[in-house]
């Protein structure tokens, strides 16, 4: 039995990098993914959680979601969607129009899925994908993003996980039949993935990083999300993160943005990264160290000015700068030499000497909430104490406050973002 299957990930819709607002580039995408899915007559297309950027999310990308889904009930009427949610999202409120989704042939599970008498609702949590022809190819074990509240009284966190999925994999086993697949999604950090700065730690702070054998060798393919590279793990081409679809800090942005399409006849399956067209640049000047500011300001003037030809986002610029000591009109002579070149300011970082043989101090000009709230922390507790690092039983206690506050809908009747104010 033959299925073909689109691998995305971390859209991370309602993000932002600096003050610029990504909803023009994700609504490409998001209009490219529609195109590809037609174009390679997909038959289901697998999201791996981060949805959005955060738990509350803006309307306007609230809208793009919706939008895009009910595209693809129009245009692709027998396309099966399968979403999970992310360590970003908030499983309730992917979770609410569940039921309403389903009858549109897209299913969604936010957070772990349990009966009444705690039991797994193995009914959610296992999707029978269809060919063309509307019969049975594969099951999909849809896990969202797993908490530690979610494997119950396992006392270690990775034998808890091997229990969540091992009982969905032997729940599968029983409604399977032969020549159908197994597939797998998860939304969590495998060992020895590569990660970025954008990525939030999850399951203290990375330390409970899955080994790949947590997927059997049984199950077909494993569609991945969490980590913005697009990568494999422990070698396993079977065993995929996607990546994000657009880069989401500077250091991604050389990046491969891709999804992946997966043809599956029985237990083989072939991979196919598609590249992503890149819907606007992404650019550090200078590329390598922080120069003076002269160097700096001649540097900008050589940008080129907008064509005709030009898309019309133009490259996102963010500025390092070398200064001896602070300059007052520092943000005014960049602004003056980005006059009239197709560049838009994102950040200016400037770097200042410190005594001795200490490193550069690099201090964000502007910007200033872009900082994690981990590093945040750190340094208020390094304040207090100087020299020192918190400890990681304290670290351990602040994360898990942070994901409770990030994971928090405001009661009905607030408005969840300023546009709704």
């Known amino acids: 039995m033959k299925l073909r299957l689109l691998h995305t990930s971390d859209w991370h819709l309602g993000a932002t990098l600096g003050v610029i607002a990504r909803d023009a580039e994700h609504r490409r995408f998001l ?10 007559r997909v038959d289901a297309l697998l999201i791996a959680g981060d949805i959005f950027d955060a738990a509350n999310p803006p309307a306007t990308a609230q809208r793009l979601y919706y939008e895009f889904l009910a595209q693809c009930r129009a245009r692709l009427p027998r396309l099966k969607v399968v979403v999970i949610g992310g360590n970003h999202d908030s499983a309730g409120r992917l979770d609410a129009p569940a039921g309403l989704l389903g009858a549109l042939n897209i299913h969604v599970v936010g957070g772990v899925p349990r009966r009444d008498d705690k039991s797994l609702d193995f009914d959610r949590l296992l999707i029978p994908l269809t060919d063309a022809a509307g019969d049975i190819a594969a099951w999909c074990v849809a896990m969202p993003f797993i908490r530690p509240f979610d494997i119950g009284a396992a006392a270690d966190f990775i034998a808890g ?27 969590a950090f495998m060992l020895g993935g590569a990660v970025s700065d954008t990525e939030r730690a999850i399951q203290r702070g990375n330390l409970d990083a899955l080994p790949a054998d947590v997927f059997p060798d049984d199950v077909a393919y494993v569609a991945l999300g969490h980590l913005h590279r697009a990568q494999t793990v422990a070698g396993r081409e079977r065993i995929r993160y996607s990546g994000s679809p657009l880069p989401l800090s500077m250091t991604e942005r050389r990046y491969e943005s891709q999804v992946v399409l997966v043809d599956l006849d029985g237990e083989r399956a072939e991979v196919r990264p598609l590249p992503i067209p890149r819907a ?30 030009d898309s019309p986002l133009p490259p996102l610029v963010e500025v390092h700068v070398r200064l001896d000591r602070p300059e007052p009109t520092l943000k005014a002579k960049i602004d003056k030499a980005l006059e009239g070149k197709r560049a838009e300011l994102i950040a200016i970082r400037a770097a200042y000497p410190q005594r001795g043989d200490a490193p550069l101090a690099v201090v964000p000009v502007q910007n200033a909430l872009d900082i994690p709230p981990s590093d945040i922390f750190r340094r208020c507790y390094q304040a207090q104490y100087p020299g020192k690092l918190p400890p990681t039983e304290l670290c351990d206690a602040f994360n898990a406050l942070v994901e409770q506050v990030q994971q928090q809908v405001p009661p009905e009747g607030l408005p969840s973002s300023v546009e709704e104010q």
């Open 280 to 309: 606007r640049d992404l650019q550090r000047i200078p590329e390598s160290d922080a120069l003076p500011l002269e160097e700096v300001l001649e540097a900008l003037r050589r940008l080129p000015q907008p064509t005709d030809q």
């Open 161 to 187: 996980v091997r229990a969540l999925y091992g009982a969905c994999f032997d729940a599968t086993r029983c409604r399977r039949q032969a020549g159908q697949a197994l597939v797998a999604m998860g939304h």
């Open 31 to 40: 209009d490219w993914l529609l195109d590809a899915l037609e174009r390679e």
